[in-house]
Nanobody, 123 residues
Framework: VQLQAYGGGLVQAGGSLRLSCAAS????????MGWFRQAPGKEREFVAA????????IYADSVKGRFTISRDNAKNTVYLEMNGLKPEDTAVYYC?????????????????WGQGTQVTVSS
């Protein structure tokens, strides 16, 4: 499956952004979808993941209550709604897919990755 993330940008602290990730090439609903991020000089870290029908979602503690992951299987798209953004949310955000039935927080569990979209939050 091919993934393309978009929707990043520059926003002030407290603002909102919605990231989208469009998938193509395989049956989208067969995949667990996740969002990860990587700040300069840091390792890539888990943000959120959603199961095939949106019924199960998991979040990193740092974004819980501020970010919401969702998916639209008819549009082959997964979203990350980000509210209450903080400067520490600044990073390149990546969407990822894995073919198994369980969500995961582990970078290594995801087989397919998009190219990333930059999110910058100014203080």
């Amino acid at each position: 499956v091919q993934l393309q993330a978009y929707g990043g940008g520059l926003v002030q602290a407290g603002g909102s952004l919605r990231l989208s990730c469009a998938a193509s090439g395989r049956t989208f609903s067969n995949y667990i979808m996740g969002w990860f991020r990587q700040a300069p000089g840091k390792e890539r870290e888990f943000v959120a993941a959603v199961n095939w029908n949106g019924g199960s979602r998991i979040y990193a503690d740092s974004v819980k209550g501020r970010f919401t992951i969702s998916r639209d299987n008819a549009k082959n798209t997964v979203y990350l709604e980000m509210n209450g953004l903080k400067p520490e949310d600044t990073a390149v955000y990546y969407c990822a897919a894995r073919r198994y039935t369980l969500t995961s927080r582990m970078v290594g569990d995801y087989e397919f990755w998009g190219q990333g979209t930059q999110v910058t939050v100014s203080s």
